[in-house]
């Protein structure tokens, strides 16, 4: 059974909300957007979609709301992914001014996975898929179809997040100076080391 426009109306600002906060991976994607390009960042920013339809499958598959209530895994879930923000922050923190970053820093299989494993990293994604995903469904009906719709609809809006970030990043970036653009690398660390320890510290909020 399709889902209602209704339902449909309601979705998809209030994900469209989620998609486009400025969490870790949209803010990498404005900072990679700024030092090399909108193609570039946008192509690293697809790198989440798997991490994302993956979560997606276990809400659908009823695993999203066994994480969610198990705290040891959400826990070890939880340290995998503020140890993985930590060190990305902490490179991006140190890495030399734009004009001397190395090449393989910039290449977009490792951009991707940069982004894949932030995403994948951070269980509130299946927490919020759990808890936001199963308001828009009917289960007098059949679900697995309705999952399918939410879950294209998650993450085609999730890439025009990715559009998004990357076009102010690449806008932004004809006022950035090379000495601008190293703060930047600086800020978007500090941050992600911040969100880092600050999912170490307390992974349930």
Same mark, same amino acid.
């Given at each position: 059974m399709p889902m209602t426009l209704t339902a449909l109306a309601l979705f998809i600002p209030a994900c469209f909300a989620l998609n486009a906060a400025p969490g870790p991976n949209n803010l990498l994607a404005f900072a990679n957007a700024s030092r090399l390009g909108f193609w570039p960042a946008v192509a690293g920013g697809m790198g989440r979609l798997p991490a994302f339809a993956a979560m997606i499958a276990l809400v659908a598959l009823g695993l999203g709301a066994v994480l969610a209530a198990s705290e040891m895994a959400f826990r070890?879930?939880?340290?995998?992914?503020?140890?993985?923000?930590?060190w990305v922050g902490w490179k991006l923190?140190?890495?030399p001014a734009p004009q001397t970053t190395q090449a393989q820093d910039n290449r977009l299989t490792l951009l991707a996975k940069r982004d894949f494993l932030i995403a994948l990293g951070n269980p509130k994604a299946i927490a919020i898929f759990t808890a936001?995903?199963?308001?828009?469904?009917?289960?007098?009906?059949?679900?697995?179809?309705? =999952?399918?719709? &939410?879950? %294209? /609809? =998650?993450?085609? &809006?999730? %890439? /025009?997040?990715?559009? &998004?970030?990357?076009?102010?990043?690449r806008l932004l970036s004809r006022a950035l100076t090379p000495i601008r653009l190293h703060r930047l690398n600086r800020g978007v660390g500090?941050?992600?080391?911040?969100?880092?320890l600050a999912m170490a510290l307390n992974p349930k909020h």
């Open positions: 070890l879930v939880a340290w995998f992914g503020a140890a993985y923000l930590i923190w140190r890495a936001f995903f199963p308001q828009f469904v009917d289960f007098d009906a059949p679900v697995a179809g309705q =999952f399918v719709t &939410l879950g %294209l /609809l =998650f993450l085609g &809006l999730e %890439l /025009l997040a990715v559009a &998004l970030s990357a076009g102010a990043g500090g941050f992600l080391i911040f969100s880092g």
